[in-house]
């Protein structure tokens, strides 16, 4: 079952971040500016994920879990598929939100499942597989959308039968579309897991045992709540800001071509990201375990202070190559980061509120995360507060 998942997973943020990699080509051929590049990557997608993610949240907590990620799937598969058909801003925008819609089923679903297929003291391990399973799709955007650009470059055409004249970046939709419907063959294989923990251990002393609603619960650890979401937060933007314009960095200031830019982050984020979630994984789990004071959240502590010198550093150097190395390290500490967050949400939410408590973490993931992160980067290049020169050398 973490396997389908996972796959699933890998597969929505391919979907998800391929427009990062197709930045260039789609903003030539539809003759639109960064700020709509980045509102095409950011607030198409995570306005309508933000607003089917909560009433989906609901039902997560109340249906069939299964079925509502295989529903997931198709409607975010058959969106990609229209993003190939775009011919201007707009008809993109409206096929970006409908995986946004899609995309809005998984993640709550597929925590949700997790916590009640394993006992407390692996869930953050088996967790991790999906954060893990986010950052190869991430990485594999890359390769993907590195390789159809070695066979039809993004803005050059193909003719294609029934389709006529197709733009490489619009066919690299169609390849990333079709497995989806494959997953959702397989995700009828999964079975439905029976929930456990509607009612937690109280986490303090005055915490009513029975007859709790979301409200009167969320008022009561309002500051645990508030910490790990405005954290998750913050650090969306950071992770979605660095995903959306790494490739336009690189293309722009260093003279990369896509195809090998893309294929080189794409190898950069599976083979420093995938060890990153699997250590947050196991040391999310290693800390619960233990006793210790702060528990899983000593995992984001610690990696947010390695990681602040390492962001800093990346958009500062010269030097392609320790530019590369740099982003490595980011991309090994952020999954770390994440990896322990949703175990960290399942161990404090009673199962009849995980649904949608996740769902709002996503939601102010999306808001600060997608939304802000690439948006705030293209205001500043738009707006000329940010100049990225011509390429120091071509590569």
Request: hydrophobic share 55%; charged share 10%; with cysteine.
């Amino acid at each position: 079952a973490v396997g389908v998942l996972a796959i699933a997973t890998v597969f929505a943020f391919v979907d998800r971040h391929l427009l990062y990699i197709l930045s260039e080509p789609v903003k030539q051929t539809l003759a639109i500016t960064d700020t709509q590049i980045s509102l095409l990557q950011g607030m198409a997608f995570v306005v309508f994920y933000a607003l089917f993610g909560l009433p989906i949240g609901r039902l997560v907590d109340r249906k069939n879990r299964r079925n509502i990620v295989i529903g997931g799937v198709i409607a975010w598969s058959l969106m990609t598929l229209a993003c190939g058909f775009a011919t201007d801003f707009w008809t993109l925008f409206a096929a970006r939100a409908g995986v946004g819609i899609g995309e809005a089923c998984l993640a709550p679903a597929a925590f949700s499942m997790i916590a009640d297929y394993f006992r407390p003291q692996l869930r953050g391990r088996a967790m991790a597989v999906i954060v893990m399973s986010i950052t190869l799709g991430s990485g594999c955007s890359y390769l993907i959308g590195a390789g159809m650009a070695r066979l039809v470059p993004g803005a050059e055409q193909v003719d294609l039968p029934l389709l006529g004249a197709t733009y490489g970046w619009q066919l690299t939709f169609y390849v990333s579309a079709l497995p989806g419907f494959l997953i959702a063959v397989m995700l009828l294989f999964v079975g439905e897991p029976a929930r456990r923990e509607t009612v937690l251990q109280p986490v303090t002393a005055d915490t009513p045992v029975g007859g709790v609603t979301l409200l009167s619960y969320a008022r009561r650890h309002r500051v645990i709540l508030f910490c790990l979401m405005l954290g998750a937060g913050f650090l969306a933007i950071v992770s979605y800001a660095v995903v959306a314009w790494m490739t336009a960095l690189y293309v722009r200031y260093f003279g990369f071509t896509v195809a090998t830019i893309g294929t080189t982050l794409g190898l950069i984020n599976i083979i420093a990201g995938l060890p990153g979630g699997m250590v947050g994984g196991y040391l999310s789990d290693y800390f619960a375990n233990r006793g210790s004071r702060g528990g899983r959240y000593n995992v984001m502590v610690f990696g947010i202070v390695f990681g602040i010198p390492v962001l800093i550093l990346w958009p500062l150097v010269d030097s392609a190559l320790v530019s590369l190395a740099c982003l490595a390290g980011l991309m090994f500490i952020l999954p770390l980061i994440v990896a322990s967050i949703p175990s960290t949400l399942q161990a404090i939410v009673p199962n009849q509120f995980r649904g949608q408590v996740t769902a709002v973490l996503y939601l102010i993931n999306g808001i600060f995360g997608v939304a802000l992160g690439p948006l705030l980067i293209a205001l500043a290049t738009d707006l000329s507060l940010i100049h990225i020169s011509e390429p120091t050398r071509p590569y």
